[in-house]
């Protein structure tokens, strides 16, 4: 029984890894150009001179590198803390759980994210044209760590947004399946998902437009920001504190579809992969069959 076990975590972990990343893909490459117009409204320059609507795919590519393996990533994390986790701690203690999981897969995606995350918005905020140009530059003037600015930001935004997104998440869809009787299909799923990303990605927005600007390193004059305190700061003196929530009606678009494609591709893709990857045991539920409401 025990290899048994053993061999449903990976296949869970396995399906969820690769659900996962055909889901980021799925969201980065549709919804793209809504990306970008918020990068733009996030830039100290403004909309119009970081490019306004035009060139709304500039940093596809560099999107499209990232997103497969971050997301599988993330997923790979969350699944196996979860499935280790959630036997151990009562009902009550779930979301706790589900708020861990979720921080600790974004930290780690966050490796991958990033320097893609750096390539994709300097290129969005029209600062390079290409992505040779973007790489070749940013390796250049500072090497591997210039991939990698606006990393704490980056995660001092995908914690709280987790913290929101993923409890909400799994608890809508567990209601969901209670009221009904059975497990929540893909289609319901993906209206969890949006409907709580939408509300995390509204409430999130002040630390996605530090991270936007530490990214992109200079306001409007030139001068260079320096740490998230320093970019609150300034832009609450010199802009004002709306400013903090630039970009909030794309992102909230972006992210309501977003985690509607996100998440029922990710179902989808699991239920899909399932048959691939049967259970060790005929005895031995999968997650599909699972009472417990959320195992994936």
């Not at 500039?58 to 803390?81: H, M, Q, R």
């Not at 969005?124 to 044209?129: I, T, V």
Request: charged share 20%; with cysteine; aromatic share 10%.
């Amino acid at each position: 029984m025990g290899k048994n076990f053993m061999h449903l975590k990976y296949v869970l972990i396995t399906i969820a890894s690769q659900a996962g990343g055909a889901a980021g893909t799925a969201v980065d490459m549709s919804l793209f150009p809504l990306d970008t117009i918020k990068t733009r409204l996030q830039a100290s320059e403004g909309f119009w001179k970081a490019g306004g609507f035009r060139g709304v795919y500039k940093g596809l590519g560099a999107a499209a590198a990232g997103s497969a393996p971050g997301a599988a990533l993330f997923f790979s994390i969350y699944e196996t803390i979860k499935i280790e986790a959630e036997p151990l701690v009562s009902d009550r203690l779930a979301p706790l759980v589900h708020m861990v999981a979720a921080s600790v897969g974004e930290t780690g995606a966050c490796l991958i994210r990033v320097p893609t995350e750096n390539v994709k918005q300097n290129l969005q905020a029209g600062r390079y044209n290409t992505n040779a140009e973007a790489l070749r530059t940013i390796w250049k003037q500072e090497g591997v760590m210039g991939f990698y600015k606006g990393f704490l930001s980056t995660v001092f935004r995908e914690i709280p947004f987790s913290f929101l997104q993923f409890p909400m998440y799994e608890a809508a869809k567990a209601f969901w399946a209670q009221e009904q009787g059975r497990p929540v299909s893909p289609l319901q799923a993906a209206a969890c998902g949006s409907v709580a990303g939408a509300v995390a990605a509204a409430v999130t927005t002040p630390l996605d437009v530090i991270k936007t600007r530490l990214i992109l390193e200079k306001d409007m004059q030139g001068r260079k920001y320096h740490g998230i305190v320093d970019v609150f700061r300034r832009v609450v003196a010199e802009e004002g504190p709306m400013t903090l929530f630039a970009g909030v009606a794309p992102r909230v678009m972006w992210i309501t579809i977003g985690g509607f494609v996100y998440f029922g591709a990710y179902e989808e893709v699991r239920r899909l992969l399932s048959p691939v990857f049967p259970p060790p045991h005929p005895h031995f539920p999968d997650a599909s069959a699972s009472g417990k409401v959320g195992i994936l």
